[in-house]
T-cell receptor, first 110, second 114 residues
Framework: EDQVTQSPEALRLQEGESSSLNCSYTVSGLRGLFWYRQDPGKGPEFLFTLYSAGEEKEKERLKATLTKKESFLHITAPKPEDSATYLCAVQAPGGYALNFGKGTSLLVTP | EAGVAQSPRYKIIEKRQSVAFWCNPISGHATLYWYQQILGQGPKLLIQFQNNGVVDDSQLPKDRFSAERLKGVDSTLKIQPAKLEDSAVYLC????????????FGSGTRLTVV
């Protein structure tokens, strides 16, 4: 059975204090690994898709990387507006559905 | 482009009552999903439609949950009768297909069962 584990559950950073969120996964044949951002009261918002080990993608202060067992979401010099829950999900072969982790709740304080 | 529309935004019902949620996907999106997100958890897939056919409903509690997608556009999700553990946010999402750029989610319906 596919499993997605995210750590830490919650993270508090000072503005400008860089850090990383972790997503470890077990899936038979990864089709894609997805990162989403979710603000309170809203649906998840797509950030990145990664397909193979060694792949990296960047968007503003966020950079996602992928290995055969885990993915990292690096946040460089975060700002308070980066505060949100970050969700990781895997897509297995043969389907489009996503299997999500529980998320990491990030709070960035001024 | 208009996003995924869901209604109502909030609903409070008593246990054993019935409730229905509505979703209007992005125009032209063939694939539609209903996810359940319990507080503090990630979304869990309930059902996936491709046009108006069901692709995956393996995690849908079929004794109380039902869903339909008439004419391959709008969809409704119904719970009858509701239980306390059904309290959650019900998210609808849509995509063209395999969607390597991810799905587009609606803002969800927050259901509270008392």
């Amino acid at each position: 059975e596919d499993q997605v584990t995210q750590s830490p559950e919650a993270l508090r950073l000072q503005e400008g204090e860089s850090s990383s969120l972790n997503c470890s996964y077990t899936v038979s044949g990864l089709r894609g690994l997805f990162w989403y951002r979710q603000d309170p009261g809203k649906g998840p918002e797509f950030l990145f898709t990664l397909y193979s080990a060694g792949e990296e993608k960047e968007k503003e202060r966020l950079k996602a990387t992928l290995t055969k067992k885990e993915s990292f979401l690096h946040i460089t010099a975060p700002k308070p507006e980066d505060s949100a829950t970050y969700l990781c999900a895997v897509q297995a072969p043969g389907g489009y559905a996503l299997n999500f982790g529980k998320g990491t709740s990030l709070l960035v304080t001024p | 482009e208009a996003g995924v529309a869901q209604s109502p935004r909030y609903k409070i019902i008593e246990k054993r009552q019935s409730v229905a949620f509505w979703c209007n996907p992005i125009s032209g999106h063939a694939t539609l999903y209903w996810y359940q997100q319990i507080l503090g958890q990630g979304p869990k897939l309930l059902i996936q439609f491709q046009n108006n056919g069901v692709v995956d409903d393996s995690q849908l509690p079929k004794d109380r949950f039902s869903a339909e997608r008439l004419k391959g556009v709008d969809s409704t999700l119904k719970i009858q009768p509701a239980k306390l553990e059904d309290s959650a946010v019900y998210l609808c999402a849509s995509s063209w297909g395999a969607e390597q750029d991810g799905y587009t989610f609606g803002s969800g319906t927050r259901l509270t069962v008392v």
